[in-house]
């Protein structure tokens, strides 16, 4: 089983549309939670933490659930700007090695 | 714009070649790493240089052979490379201490080709 999976989509909504998708990782250890995001031909770049209590900047929403082992991510209101790849990313305790998934690629269309 | 610079950005080289990448941080941290990137695939994490010192080789070929000269910098020496080898290898450090944060700051890449 792979550490971290993703839908790889592509999730097209239009403009203004709210789209959410899931993350699920394989090692119940695992502390920390993270969404990066990858523009196309770019480095990725961290959007946020994913705290156990679930998290909001702005118009993104990250929660956590251990029992089932996922993480989800939920964006309002999209903007073309947020067209990316979003990458899943998870570490483990006392462990600076990260795990990332396959990332699920949203485009927002007009 | 992120602390970690990389050059070259994009490098082609014949299966013969000798080449070799660098990254640099500017942002203090004490960690650093090499990943690779193919296309539709996870990152794979290559190297790991923790205080200068390398902490982790995930079985990666003899072809690829890192440097860590000081904790601001970070080397990959490339050498008698294979078509499937073309990716693009982003270098990335972070700052860590106990129990590890996890945030890590990715340079632009190095879009490798070889032909």
């Known amino acids: 089983r792979k550490e971290v999976e993703q839908d790889p989509g592509p999730f097209n909504v239009p403009e203004g549309a709210t789209v959410a998708f899931n993350c699920t990782y394989s090692n119940s250890a695992s502390q920390s939670f993270f969404w990066y995001r990858q523009d196309c031909r770019k480095e990725p770049k961290l959007l946020m933490s994913v705290y156990s209590s679930g998290n909001e900047d702005g118009r993104f929403t990250a929660q956590l659930n251990r029992a089932s082992q996922y993480i989800s991510l939920l964006i309002r209101d999209s903007k073309l700007s947020d067209s990316a790849t979003y990458l899943c990313?998870?570490?483990?305790?006392?462990?600076?090695?990260?795990?990332f998934g396959a990332g699920t690629t949203v485009t927002v269309r007009a | 714009e992120t602390g970690v610079t990389q050059t070259p950005r994009h490098l082609v080289m014949g299966m013969t070649n000798k080449k070799s990448l660098k990254c640099e941080q500017h942002l203090g941290h004490n960690a650093m790493y090499w990943y690779k990137q193919s296309a539709k695939k996870p990152l794979e994490l290559m190297f790991v240089y923790n205080f200068k010192e390398q902490t982790e080789n995930n079985s990666v070929p003899s072809r690829f052979s890192p440097e860590c000269p000081n904790s601001s910098h970070l080397f990959l020496h490339l050498h008698t490379l294979q078509p499937e080898d073309s990716a693009l290898y982003l270098c990335a450090s972070s700052q860590d201490g106990a129990g590890g944060l996890g945030e890590q700051y990715f340079g632009p890449g190095t879009r490798l080709t070889v032909t």
């Open positions: 990313v998870v570490n483990k305790p006392d462990d600076y090695k990260l795990s």
